[in-house]
Structures are given as C-alpha cells and as structure tokens.
C-alpha cells in the first residue's frame, strides 16, 4: 500500500472497507491479521491529512485576521 499518494477520501474508503470484511468474517485468520495492519497504517495515515488540513486551516483564520 502506498498511502502516501492517496487522496484523504480514497485512503478512508480503503479503510472502510477493511473494516467491513473484518466485520463479516468473509477472511481467515492470516488475511484479518494483515488487513488489521493495513488499517492501522491507513488510520494513522488519514489522520496526518486531518492534521495537516487542520493546520492550514488555522493559519488562514490567523493570516486573515492580520
């Protein structure tokens, strides 16, 4: 997975999706282990572009209160 060039909602579907076949029980044991990994990297990936929008957010409301 090369998160790093997916959009914020692409990596969010993604990790949605992991999460729906956990939750169905359709994967074994070694396939929900990875998928588990996987969705860990993609969460922690979508936070950092909720961070880092956040971030240019409060610039701009400090820039155009200037």
Known sequence: MESEKLSFEEAYKQLMELVRKMESGEL???????????GIKLKAYCEQLLKEAELKIETLKVSSNQ
């Open 28 to 38: 074994p044991l070694a396939a929900s282990v990875d998928a588990y990994e996987q």
